[in-house]
């Protein structure tokens, strides 16, 4: 079946630090990827987005390339900040949106 | 504009009640979509609705949940007979389908249900 998995947290990096989350996926389609984050307080948010294989999705000075012979997904960003830290989930939908599988999430914790 | 409201905020219910989660979802949005996020766990894919239709319910844990959408906006979620694992959050989205934005679902503050 469908499903993602992604590395478990949390993870703790300085600011100014790489940052990488790990994200795999197991698809029977051509799945449509995502990076979400939920911020403490906040409901989950859209942070970016691949629809098709080597597609690259960016935001807020995340990436993440859908690299479709690895079957991965993974979320960098080159410096993280404090205001970073959040949890991060990896998701990714089939059949035009109708069903979205998600990881278990990322905690992500940037200290000053 | 408002975003996507959910209520209760929180719930705690007695083992064996049966309890109704509303979802509001943001005006002329025609995709809802429900998951549930138990303790340390991803997002679990409940049910998807298309205005009032839900071409596939294989993703509601049993037959004690039951889902519906009236008028193509509010939507419930009812739990019969509430089990200790049914405690979660309980979430609900919504986009904009049939536009480039399909995918971009809207996320509410979820329903915290604790069954005692």
């Known amino acids: 079946g469908d499903s993602v998995t992604q590395m478990e947290g949390p993870v703790t990096l300085s600011e100014e630090a790489f940052l990488t989350i790990n994200c795999t996926y197991t698809?029977?389609?051509?799945?449509?990827l995502f990076w979400y984050v939920q911020y403490p307080g906040e409901g989950l948010q859209l942070l970016l987005k691949a629809t098709k294989a080597d597609d690259k999705g960016s935001n807020k000075g995340f990436e993440a390339t859908y690299r479709k012979e690895t079957t991965s997904f993974h979320l960098e960003k080159g410096s993280v900040q404090v205001s970073d830290s959040a949890v991060y989930f990896c998701a990714l939908s089939v059949s035009n949106f109708n069903k979205f599988y998600f990881g278990s999430g990322t905690k992500l914790n940037v200290k000053p | 504009g408002a975003g996507v409201s959910q209520s209760p905020s929180n719930k705690v219910t007695e083992k064996g009640k049966d309890v109704e989660l509303r979802c509001d979802p943001i005006?002329?949005?025609?995709?809802l979509y429900w998951y549930r996020q138990s303790l340390g766990q991803g997002l679990e894919f409940l049910i998807y609705?298309?205005?009032?239709?839900?071409?596939?319910k294989s993703g509601l844990p049993s037959d004690r949940f039951s889902a519906e959408r009236t008028g193509g906006s509010v939507s419930t979620l009812t739990i019969q007979r509430t089990q200790q694992e049914d405690s979660a959050v309980y979430l609900c989205?919504?986009?904009?389908?049939?536009?480039?934005?399909?995918?971009?679902?809207?996320f509410g503050p979820g329903t915290r249900l604790t069954v005692t």
């Open positions: 005006s002329g949005h025609t995709a």
């Open positions: 609705f298309q205005g009032n239709s839900a071409p596939d």
């Open positions: 698809a029977t389609g051509y799945p449509s």
């Open positions: 989205a919504s986009s904009h389908a049939g536009t480039e934005r399909t995918y971009e679902q809207y």
